[in-house]
């Protein structure tokens, strides 16, 4: 079992930035498919942004082209989700999650596809 452990949540104010950082059990990012995910109170967990093996591909949702990048630092087994631009919209609990699958752009999106996940850090987007 993939163990993951996200950090680097807070408070921001809107158009600020945040980045984030998920540790995973060493080696997993060789051979995982790794996401980012969020979830707000009342809405279902949704898709922001997704990357494979070593970086090699990423995904992002609509919300996030263009404002968030994930990337990985396979030295240090993390995957970072630099997240710019923020707006309230934005505030929620944050997860990343793992699985290893045949082609990671196959529903990256999707929670259901992921049978590992960190415990959430929440971000907080003040207007």
């Known amino acids: 079992q993939v163990q993951l452990a996200e950090s680097g949540g807070g408070s921001v104010q809107a158009a600020g930035s945040l980045r984030m950082s998920c540790v995973a059990s060493?080696?997993?990012?060789?051979?995982?498919?790794m996401a980012w995910f969020r979830q707000a109170p009342g809405k279902e967990r949704e898709g922001v942004a997704g990357?494979?093996?070593?970086?090699?591909?990423?995904y992002y949702s609509e919300s996030a082209k263009g404002r968030f990048t994930v990337s990985p630092d396979n030295a240090k087994n993390t995957v970072y989700l630099q997240m710019n631009g923020l707006r309230p919209e934005d505030s929620a609990m944050y997860y990343c999650?793992?699985?290893?699958?045949?082609?990671?752009?196959?529903?990256?999106?999707?929670?259901?596809?992921?049978?590992?996940w960190g415990q959430g850090t929440q971000v907080t987007v003040s207007s």
């Open positions: 999650a793992s699985a290893r699958k045949s082609k990671c752009s196959y529903r990256w999106e999707s929670p259901d596809t992921y049978n590992s």
């Open positions: 060493e080696g997993t990012f060789s051979r995982n498919c």
């Open positions: 990357i494979s093996p070593s970086g090699y591909y990423t």
